[in-house]
């Protein structure tokens, strides 16, 4: 499994060549503060990389979610929406959002790894 991440604090972990686990990184949650609702999308629903794929709205602020490769998506994580809470607590596990199908495998080779994202965060 690989994870790669969004300018905008998403993170991607690609499971195989066509389906991939989208949510927000440690970074972004600690920003955000206690999230309290998330807006997920529908299953089937496709979008482009960029694209708004959902919100999530804390103590502090909303904040859109952005996919970080264009995709279908194939499942949401029901027990996020029924306990925001988690996105806050285990973020890059429990707290994920969405599950996709990529349409361009190669695609999040565009993305961030893990030392050039700790970069960014670094240095905002």
Known sequence: MT?????????INIEDHEAAVVGITLHAQDALGDI?????PAVGARF???DVAGVVESVKA????YMPVA??????NEALRADPSLANSDPQAAGWFFKIKV?????????LDQGAYDELVKNA
């Open 48 to 50: 482009a990389k960029g």
């Open 71 to 76: 995709g279908e998506i194939v499942e949401v």
């Open 36 to 40: 309290v609702f998330v807006d997920l």
């Open 103 to 111: 349409a361009d495998p190669g695609a999040a080779d565009a993305l």
């Open 3 to 11: 994870t790669k991440f969004t300018n905008d604090h998403e993170w």
């Open 62 to 65: 909303a904040a859109d979610l």
